[in-house]
């Protein structure tokens, strides 16, 4: 009889300790965060600045392609419109015959400069190219953003 008891006694603590194992495993769902909100897709061609009515992200991204490319400017404005000796500099907040407005720049850009202020040679309508009415307004919109703060 002693031994009987013995036996059950060993038997209940084993089923016990087995329990205790089984519960003891963690609730791993309570630690699951919810699904991560959507990133907002970045827009990284957007410039920071309010562009000026009219002007794209796209048409600013053309014009820096036109600027070193069918519209030849950086061979006188230098590669970012930095100026050199014979065309001056685009970055700044300085102009010598426009008022830096999106239009002027456009407007400039079309009639050229027959007189320059303080350069040598003078800049053809265009840049003396035949790049399109478009392609103006898009390396026009590139100029502007180079002058707007950093
Ligand atoms: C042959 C050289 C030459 C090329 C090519 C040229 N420019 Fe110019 N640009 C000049 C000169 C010279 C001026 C006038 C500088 C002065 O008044 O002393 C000027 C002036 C400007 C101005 C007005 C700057 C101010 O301070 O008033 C803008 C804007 C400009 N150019 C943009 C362009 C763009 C955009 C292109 C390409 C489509 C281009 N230029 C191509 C020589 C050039």
Same mark, same amino acid.
């Given at each position: 009889?002693?031994?009987?008891?013995?036996?059950?006694?060993?038997?209940?603590?084993?089923?016990?300790?087995?329990?205790?194992?089984?519960?003891?495993?963690?609730?791993?769902?309570?630690?699951?965060?919810?699904?991560?909100?959507?990133?907002?897709?970045?827009?990284?061609?957007? @410039?920071?600045?309010? +562009? =000026?009515? #009219?002007? %794209?992200?796209?048409?600013?991204?053309?014009? !820096?392609?036109?600027?070193?490319?069918?519209?030849?400017?950086?061979?006188?404005?230098?590669?970012?419109?930095?100026?050199?000796?014979?065309?001056?500099?685009?970055?700044?907040?300085?102009?010598?015959?426009?008022?830096?407005?999106?239009?002027?720049?456009?407007?400039?850009?079309?009639?050229?400069?027959?007189?320059?202020?303080?350069? @040598?040679?003078?800049? +053809? =309508?265009? #840049?003396? %190219?035949?790049?399109?009415?478009?392609?103006? !307004?898009?390396?026009?919109?590139?100029?502007?953003?180079?002058?707007?703060?950093?």
């Amino acid at each position: 009889m002693k031994n009987l008891m013995r036996y059950s006694t060993i038997l209940l603590i084993l089923v016990m300790a087995s329990c205790g194992g089984e519960k003891g495993a963690p609730a791993a769902d309570d630690a699951q965060p919810p699904a991560a909100e959507a990133t907002p897709a970045a827009s990284e061609a957007a @410039p920071s600045m309010d +562009l =000026p009515e #009219g002007v %794209t992200a796209a048409m600013v991204a053309e014009g !820096q392609t036109i600027f070193t490319s069918a519209g030849i400017c950086f061979t006188c404005h230098m590669e970012g419109g930095v100026g050199g000796p014979l065309a001056p500099n685009l970055t700044d907040e300085e102009w010598l015959n426009i008022d830096g407005s999106y239009e002027s720049i456009v407007s400039n850009i079309m009639t050229g400069v027959p007189e320059p202020k303080e350069h @040598p040679g003078l800049m +053809l =309508p265009k #840049g003396g %190219t035949n790049i399109t009415d478009e392609q103006v !307004q898009a390396v026009a919109a590139y100029v502007w953003t180079l002058s707007q703060g950093d």
